[in-house]
């Protein structure tokens, strides 16, 4: 659900992000679980908007990775379904891995109802050991670095 993002950032990307109904608890609020959903929503429609098939690591062999942690903090509940805002960057882009960085935000980005990070290390897919980025991914991953962060 890629869509021009209402808000502007300094760094990094925002992409709209849609909390459904049946993601919602008992309470009418988002379950702590589908956070990480929203970002990966979120990041799906990033790469796969700029000509990257995640589908395909045969065409893209820099989507043959996994999430090495996940750490989210929550701030403010999110209520109800609809549009969120998912604002995202790299900490650190290291030769195998990198670390994102984001924000789950209201529509109108006034509200930040969960933040964190999000490793990620590419993998061989014949040993399933880590592997360097190749140079088809690195000038994206340069250009979603935070100020003051650099490339190992």
Do not use: C
């Amino acid at each position: 659900m890629s869509s021009t993002a209402p808000i502007q950032v300094e760094y990094g990307h925002v992409e709209s992000s849609p909390v459904n109904w049946d993601e919602l608890d008992a309470f009418g609020m988002l379950h702590h679980s589908r956070y990480a959903t929203l970002l990966e929503r979120a990041l799906s429609a990033y790469w796969t908007g700029r000509g990257f098939d995640l589908n395909s690591y045969e065409r893209f062999p820099d989507s043959f990775h996994v999430v090495r942690e996940l750490l989210v903090t929550y701030h403010q509940p999110i209520k109800g379904s609809g549009p969120r805002l998912v604002h995202f960057w790299f900490d650190s882009v290291g030769r195998t891995s990198a670390e994102y960085g984001f924000r789950v935000l209201s529509p109108d980005g006034a509200t930040v109802n969960a933040e964190g990070r999000r490793v990620v290390v590419r993998l061989d897919p014949a040993t399933l050991r880590p592997t360097p980025w190749t140079d088809l991914v690195r000038p994206e991953l340069a250009k979603l670095l935070r100020p003051g962060s650099a490339e190992r």
